[in-house]
């Protein structure tokens, strides 16, 4: 659906569980009433990019671009080409450098922005969590807690671990890691949601005695602590960066769109 020349145009900085949810909850929204809404005001125009660093991306609902901008100064200028009136940064919690440049760029040009960030995970009676501030602070705490790692922590970091000698890492991303990476290594190549049972077989199957793992939040890649849990095992969980100061933030897809609606870009 093409709308008006003059049709209000909304970013979201996808890639995400969530960034999809939104999606496809304007694209319904959309398809319904929102396209021609009763005030007389033009059509809602969704664009959702992607940074485009999976090779098979999940593909959101709606017009979608893949790519980078080039920074904050390169965002800043297609917002203002693109006549842009409201940003969702629908990142992943740990995007902190996409994060920053949304940041730079709604504050350039006076565009809006929302930051919509799933909460964290919360530690329950049995889990035995080591919290750390870096993956590299991860890697400087494993060899005190086990010889045979699952590491779940993204391809992109898997550099940190490649002095350590002495594990076996088992690596699960979506596609193959690149160098540097552990001289002892297994990679998984893996999408979730993953499941209870499904984790708990591979906790068995490579004889795993630690987890190291990002504090993502959602339920799509919780299963692995669950399991962990089950079997007494040690967690490394990396804390998220901080968000950038003042970005206000949702933690759902429904408070995103009633926030939206409070500055008119979609009915209520």
């Known amino acids: 659906m093409t709308p008006p020349p003059d049709g209000r145009h909304l970013l979201i900085l996808g890639g995400t569980t969530e960034a ?132 779940t922590s993204g391809r992109q970091g898997i550099g940190a671990f490649a002095h350590l000698d002495g594990l076996h890492f088992v690596a699960r991303s979506v596609d193959p890691p690149e160098p540097p990476l552990p001289a002892s290594l297994d990679v998984l190549l893996d999408r979730g949601p993953f499941t209870l049972d499904g984790e708990r077989a591979v906790l068995r199957e490579h004889r795993i005695d630690v987890v190291v793992t990002k504090d993502s939040g959602g339920a799509a890649t919780a299963p692995k602590l669950t399991a962990a849990r089950e079997l007494g095992l040690p967690v490394v969980l990396v804390d998220r960066p901080p968000l950038p100061a003042g970005v206000p933030v949702a933690a759902s897809v429904p408070e995103v769109l009633e926030r939206l609606a409070e500055q008119g870009l979609t009915g209520r």
């Open 20 to 151: 999809r949810a939104l999606a496809a909850a304007l694209a319904t929204a959309l398809a319904t009433t929102l396209s021609t809404a009763l005030d007389g005001r033009p059509g809602l125009r969704v664009t959702s990019s992607l940074a485009g660093r999976v090779t098979r991306p999940r593909l959101p609902a709606g017009e979608v671009r893949i790519g980078g901008f080039g920074g904050a100064d390169g965002l800043a200028d297609w917002l203002r080409a693109e006549r842009v009136d409201a940003v969702v940064d629908a990142t992943h919690p740990f995007a902190a450098v996409m994060s920053g440049n949304a940041a730079a760029a709604a504050a350039a040009t006076g565009v809006p922005l929302l930051a919509l960030r799933r909460p964290g995970w919360a530690a329950v009676p049995g889990d035995d969590w080591h919290r750390v501030p870096s993956l590299d602070a991860a890697a400087a705490l494993l060899p005190a807690l086990g010889r045979r790692v699952l590491l």
